[in-house]
């Protein structure tokens, strides 16, 4: 496999908690009751809501927009045209059913696509949507390098991520990943000429995290008699699931963050 390959499938596997790339042929079937995969679309609308107008002409890409769930509410709920991008085809067909069910074809539109290559033709939105994706498109800096390019010199960027809830990174179960610090964010968004029009903390739901977990444990029981081989592959994504949420509920701080050129 060459390293670039390499590097997506690495990066797509940690985008959705997976520790191996092993995983990913199961994360359609593991992940499939679930429509909401990272972001809190209702936090998404109302930052728009509160600062956006004529939201009916407006045009928002999602990048990595998994199942659709914050494309689609905000076509539902705003009216506004969205496009969204997933790597992972089964999702990309989730959305799209979803769509039609809902009678939002006019507003929305969805395909599969790496969004390393997408971010390089895409072109002046209002606004562009990275909702829990990590490190897919690179360091911060990059990443925020590589949105801006994506709109309207007047238009937004919103990021859901995560901040340290403080300094002190020993207690972080995913020592893989480099958090930042609420101020890191804001140096960076200083040092990229970006700046913050709002932004919105998300309170980690321990009830839903759990029923989120069940679900998945349910079904990598159901892949664990399908392929005995893989038990410890399936076992070790449900820790991995498991101590993510750890993290969420204790020490890291869930934000969505609406950004501007300055
Ligand atoms: C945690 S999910 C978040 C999905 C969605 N943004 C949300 O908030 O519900 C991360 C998503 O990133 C997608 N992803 C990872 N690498 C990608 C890539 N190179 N191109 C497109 N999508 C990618 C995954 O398939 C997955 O749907």
Same mark, same amino acid.
């Given at each position: 496999?060459?390293?670039?390959?390499?590097?997506?499938?690495?990066?797509?596997?940690?985008?959705?908690?997976?520790?191996?790339?092993?995983?990913?042929?199961?994360?359609?079937?593991?992940?499939?009751?679930?429509?909401?995969?990272?972001?809190?679309?209702?936090?998404?609308?109302?930052?728009?809501?509160?600062?956006?107008?004529?939201?009916?002409?407006?045009?928002?890409?999602?990048?990595?927009?998994?199942?659709?769930?914050?494309?689609?509410?905000?076509?539902?709920?705003?009216?506004?045209?969205?496009?969204?991008?997933?790597?992972?085809?089964?999702?990309?067909?989730?959305?799209?059913?979803?769509?039609?069910?809902?009678?939002?074809?006019?507003?929305?539109?969805?395909?599969?696509?790496?969004?390393?290559?997408?971010?390089?033709?895409?072109?002046?939105?209002?606004?562009?949507?990275?909702?829990?994706?990590?490190?897919?498109?690179?360091?911060?800096?990059?990443?925020?390098?590589?949105?801006?390019?994506?709109?309207?010199?007047?238009?937004?960027?919103?990021?859901?991520?995560?901040?340290?809830?403080?300094?002190?990174?020993?207690? $972080?179960?995913?020592?893989?990943?480099?958090?930042?610090? %609420?101020? &890191?964010?804001?140096? +960076? @968004? !200083?040092?990229?000429?970006? =700046?913050?029009?709002?932004?919105?903390?998300?309170?980690?739901?321990?009830?839903?995290?759990?029923?989120?977990?069940?679900?998945? $444990?349910?079904?990598?029981?159901?892949?664990?008699?399908? %392929?005995? &081989?893989?038990?410890? +592959? @399936? !076992?070790?994504?449900?820790? =991995?699931?498991?101590?993510?949420?750890?993290?969420?509920?204790?020490?890291?701080?869930?934000?969505?963050?609406?950004?501007?050129?300055?």
């Amino acid at each position: 496999m060459c390293n670039e390959k390499n590097d997506v499938e690495e990066k797509l596997a940690k985008s959705l908690t997976a520790e191996s790339t092993n995983l990913l042929p199961f994360l359609p079937y593991l992940l499939q009751d679930l429509w909401e995969l990272g972001s809190n679309p209702s936090d998404i609308i109302k930052l728009m809501q509160k600062h956006f107008t004529d939201l009916g002409k407006r045009k928002i890409l999602d990048l990595a927009c998994g199942k659709g769930a914050v494309a689609i509410r905000i076509a539902e709920t705003l009216k506004a045209k969205v496009k969204g991008v997933d790597i992972i085809p089964e999702f990309i067909e989730f959305a799209k059913i979803k769509v039609i069910e809902l009678g939002l074809n006019a507003y929305s539109q969805f395909i599969v696509g790496d969004i390393n290559e997408v971010v390089l033709e895409e072109k002046d939105y209002d606004c562009v949507i990275l909702g829990a994706v990590g490190d897919v498109l690179g360091t911060p800096k990059e990443t925020l390098m590589k949105m801006k390019k994506t709109i309207k010199p007047y238009g937004y960027m919103i990021i859901d991520d995560v901040y340290l809830d403080c300094e002190d990174t020993i207690q $972080i179960n995913n020592k893989k990943h480099e958090y930042l610090t %609420y101020n &890191q964010w804001h140096g +960076l @968004f !200083e040092e990229t000429g970006i =700046s913050v029009v709002d932004w919105l903390i998300n309170h980690a739901d321990h009830e839903q995290n759990d029923s989120n977990t069940q679900a998945i $444990i349910v079904r990598a029981m159901e892949l664990t008699k399908l %392929y005995p &081989q893989h038990k410890e +592959l @399936f !076992e070790g994504y449900i820790e =991995s699931q498991k101590s993510e949420c750890e993290d969420l509920e204790n020490n890291l701080i869930g934000v969505t963050w609406l950004l501007k050129i300055k």
